[in-house]
């Protein structure tokens, strides 16, 4: 059974950090392309930022220079560092596993950035 566990999501002050963690099993962690998501209440489910296999990373726009993706293969955990946070980072955040039609999805967590 494939299980991705995100955690680390939480209130945080304007400028504040938060390190998201998403921890699967199931699968062949070091296979797949691991992503984060997010949606804010109204509005579409976004990419944030993918790390592939190689350790390749991409990043959305509006959090490049802020966000920082990174995986650990050993402890089969991705992570996400989220620093300079607005409140326009609001959302839930999911992580995302994927390798060709494999694709599977976290529970999602909530990171709310409010004063």
């Keep these: 059974q494939v299980q991705l566990v995100e955690s680390g ?10 390190r998201l963690s998403c921890a699967a099993s199931g699968i062949t962690f070091e296979m797949y392309t691991m992503r984060w998501y997010r949606q804010a209440p109204g509005k579409q489910r976004e990419l ?13 726009d509006s959090v ?3 966000f920082t993706i990174s ?6 955990t991705a992570y996400l560092r989220m620093n300079s946070l607005k409140p326009e980072d609001t959302a839930v955040y999911y992580c995302n596993a994927l390798l060709i039609t494999s694709n ?5 967590t909530q990171v709310t950035v409010s004063s």
């Excluded at 999501?9 to 938060?18: A, D, F, H, T």
């Excluded at 995986?71 to 089969?76: H, I, L, V």
């Excluded at 599977?104 to 999602?108: A, D, E, L, N, R």
């Design 48 to 60: 944030v930022a993918n790390i592939t296999k190689g350790g390749s990373t991409n990043y959305a």
């Design 71 to 76: 995986r650990d293969n050993a402890e089969n």
């Design 9 to 18: 999501g939480g209130l945080v002050q304007p400028g504040g950090s938060l």
């Design 104 to 108: 599977y999805w976290g529970q999602g």
């Design 64 to 66: 490049k220079g802020r």
